[in-house]
């Protein structure tokens, strides 16, 4: 793990610290101290002895807490393209896990995931949920790249490259769990894959694992009609009634997709404080449907944003997540002032940490806290004149305008240029599994 700066002072124009909503901040600085904010303070308050530290100056710059990317199958960002313009179920059934059978192993996961990870703290983020086969090569990954994750213990009914059974994937999940207990940046989940390739025995196996460990589960849920209409035929029920005869709906479930829900469900969502993570642009690409954002956020839920994978959105960037939900919400409810910049830039911090359970540590600037950190620069003529910061970076800006990134207090991304990663040798291995996946070789 490399080693954090000491100590470290960042001056810029505008801070947002995300808590209070809406607030902006102007000409601050943040004084940084192993790894955690000791201070946020007006920058003509900086006295002498701030001189003797290192200093990074972006007089054109908006910071604000590092986004959470609440989920994400890093490993299928070597899907990227492969397979565009097709339903979920044609997707998944003809195209990607035909391709996972034949391709998916230790190094597809390692260098898919590591390819997830650039881009990601390229962009701007610097916590994400992730799931997909080989958790332990996933979390390596994170590990040497000093990334926050989330990692999901897959389980499915059906084989894979890694596990051949509901049992093994439980089995060889409890097994990763103790490996990374414990750990400073990397967490553990249960990660049932969806209802339909999940049975109620691996259900119930899963909700007792998780119990006993006291980790989440993140399911994929209502991801589209055609899954509630099939429970109904296949179950007599809906498949969100079945969680909850299962047991399932606890306070930290993690639900993601969520684009069918009826009134009954959005207050039982409330009731048992279960979180949603909403996938706008990969929704929108698979015409799976449209979360109720409007509607859940009114009911006191907490919805937090995800990618998807960059098979099914094409790209990882999440500041393009928060202005698509903003839109989605706004044209859905017929409200121009739902989801506005301000909760739609919490949905992508605050209320991601806040389903991970680290609203403590992250998602917001805050003294005491993680120094999860990123920049924009807002010189550019398409950002003319600024007058909500707020408004131009979730309207205006894209992932491409970050400049630096910090996580922990250690600078991963500076002037558009990684300090760590080595995106020649990282190119090279991606260009390999292009030539693969394309029938090359």
């Known amino acids: 793990m490399p080693a954090t700066i000491k100590s470290h002072v960042i001056n810029a124009r505008w801070i947002v610290p995300i808590v209070p909503q809406g607030k902006?901040?102007?000409?601050?600085?943040?004084?940084?101290?192993?790894?955690?904010?000791k201070d946020i303070l007006p920058t003509k308050n900086l006295n002498g002895g701030y001189g003797q530290m290192e200093m990074t100056n972006l007089p054109d710059h908006l910071l604000t807490a590092g986004f959470v990317n609440a989920h994400i199958h890093s490993a299928m960002s070597l899907f990227r393209g492969y397979a565009d313009d097709l339903s979920l179920s044609e997707w998944l059934n003809h195209h990607i896990w035909p391709a996972e059978a034949r391709f998916v192993n230790q190094r597809f996961v390692r260098d898919g995931t590591t390819l997830a990870v650039a881009e990601m703290i390229a962009s701007g983020t610097t916590c994400a949920a992730d799931t997909y086969f080989f958790p332990e090569v996933s979390a390596k990954v994170f590990e040497e790249n000093y990334f926050r994750a989330q990692v999901g213990i897959p389980v499915l009914q059906f084989s894979n490259a890694w596990a051949k059974s509901e049992k093994e994937h439980i089995i060889k999940g409890l097994q990763f769990y103790e490996n990374i207990r414990?750990?400073?940046?990397?967490?553990?989940?249960?990660?049932?894959?969806?209802?339909?390739?999940?049975?109620?025995?691996?259900?119930?196996?899963?909700?007792?694992?998780?119990?006993?460990?006291?980790?989440p589960?993140?399911?994929?849920?209502?991801?589209?009609?055609?899954?509630?209409?099939?429970?109904?035929?296949?179950?007599?029920?809906?498949?969100?009634?079945?969680?909850?005869?299962?047991?399932?709906?606890?306070?930290?479930?993690?639900?993601?997709?969520?684009?069918?829900?009826?009134?009954?469900?959005?207050?039982?969502?409330?009731?048992?404080?279960?979180?949603?993570?909403?996938?706008?642009?990969?929704?929108?690409?698979?015409?799976?449907?449209?979360?109720?954002?409007?509607?859940?956020?009114?009911?006191?839920?907490?919805?937090?944003?995800?990618?998807?994978?960059?098979?099914?959105?094409?790209?990882?960037?999440?500041?393009?997540e928060a202005r698509s939900a903003a839109f989605l919400s706004k044209v859905t409810s017929g409200y121009p002032s739902s989801v506005k910049a301000e909760e739609a830039l919490s949905m992508a911090t605050i209320n991601g940490a806040r389903l991970l359970g680290l609203d403590e540590r992250i998602g917001s600037l805050e003294i005491g806290k993680c120094a999860d950190i990123i920049a924009f620069d807002l010189?550019?003529?398409?950002?003319?004149?600024?007058?909500?910061?707020?408004?131009q970076l979730i309207y205006a800006a894209n992932g491409q305008d970050v400049t630096h990134t910090w996580i922990n207090g250690e600078c991963l991304y500076k002037d558009k240029k990684f300090t760590k990663l080595n995106l020649f040798q990282l190119k090279g291995r991606v260009e390999s599994w292009q030539k693969k996946l394309g029938g090359h070789e």
């Open 379 to 391: 010189s550019g003529i398409s950002f003319q004149p600024i007058y909500n910061p707020i408004s």
């Open 182 to 215: 414990g750990h400073s940046l990397i967490s553990a989940a249960f990660s049932p894959h969806a209802p339909y390739t999940v049975t109620d025995l691996g259900f119930q196996q899963v909700f007792e694992q998780a119990t006993n460990l006291g980790i």
């Open 24 to 37: 902006v901040l102007e000409n601050h600085s943040i004084l940084l101290e192993d790894g955690v904010i």
């Open 217 to 320: 589960i993140h399911l994929h849920l209502h991801e589209t009609k055609q899954e509630v209409e099939t429970g109904l035929i296949e179950n007599g029920r809906r498949p969100y009634t079945r969680m909850r005869e299962l047991g399932l709906l606890k306070a930290d479930l993690q639900t993601v997709h969520m684009t069918e829900l009826n009134d009954e469900e959005i207050e039982s969502l409330y009731e048992n404080q279960i979180h949603v993570v909403h996938c706008p642009e990969s929704n929108m690409k698979l015409a799976s449907g449209i979360c109720p954002v409007n509607k859940l956020i009114e009911n006191g839920v907490n919805v937090a944003l995800g990618t998807d994978g960059a098979a099914s959105n094409n790209d990882l960037d999440l500041l393009a």
